[in-house]
């Protein structure tokens, strides 16, 4: 069983606040990931990890940050939220499992964030 | 531009009958086909396909992918009300991208 945890599962929060979404594996995996998913579209990649001290933007523009300094956290961070950040952030992470094949992701429970 | 490409966006069968689920893809440096069933919240894995041809079954769901043609099929049979959520469809392409497509909504009427 997949064990990658995110808190919180529900958040609202007025316009302008800075807030931070945790998301946390035991499964030791070496790269993580952030999507972005509105109600009835596709997930969308805002930021992924190849390991510690790695990070990269996705293709989606986001104005959030990350950071990776443990393998197992993989926090994601908004400055200043604003209404238009409304929406559901989905964790997940994946390993390399040798040869040209990548692991399947799994993904944590979401947050779903909606900013006034 | 890689992009996967679902059909049909959205499906209603009753129960016991037999659904295909379409998956269509463009991606650079494709590894691997994933599919996923989501429901209120986070995707939940079925099926990874790297070879073609070989077809892969759990219970009812059953999954192939033609890596000459880009497309992949999810197939299930005898539906029951708990098959209803969204169907995801995900290419790997290169050493950390998965391209996700817009995934097939499923109601089975009882």
């Known amino acids: 069983e997949a064990d990658i945890y995110q808190t919180p599962r529900y958040l609202v929060i007025g316009t302008g606040k800075k807030i931070t979404l945790e998301c946390s594996q035991t499964m030791g995996h070496d790269k993580m990931y952030w999507y972005q998913q509105d109600p009835g579209m596709e997930l969308h990649l805002i930021h992924y990890s190849y390991g510690v001290n790695s990070t990269e933007k996705g293709d989606l523009s986001s104005e959030s940050t990350v950071s990776r300094i443990r393998t197992e956290h993989f926090p994601l961070t908004l400055e200043s939220a604003r209404p238009s950040h409304t929406s559901q952030y989905l964790c997940a992470s994946s390993e390399y499992i040798g040869g040209p094949i990548y692991n399947e992701q799994f993904f944590g429970p979401g947050t779903r964030l909606t900013v006034l | 531009e890689d992009k996967v490409v679902q059909s049909p966006l959205s499906l209603v069968v009753h129960e016991g009958d037999t659904v295909t689920l379409n998956c269509s893809y463009e991606v650079t440096n494709f590894r691997s086909l994933l599919w996923y069933k989501q429901e209120k919240k986070a995707p939940t894995f079925l099926f990874m396909l790297?070879?073609?041809?070989i077809e892969k079954k759990s219970g009812r769901l059953s999954s192939i992918l033609d890596k000459k043609e880009l497309f992949s099929i999810l197939n299930i049979t005898a539906t029951q009300t708990g098959d209803s959520a969204i169907y995801l469809c995900?290419?790997?392409?290169?050493?950390?991208?998965?391209?996700f497509g817009t995934g097939t909504r499923l109601k089975v009427l009882a």
């Open positions: 790297t070879s073609s041809g």
């Open positions: 995900a290419a790997a392409s290169g050493t950390y991208k998965y391209i």
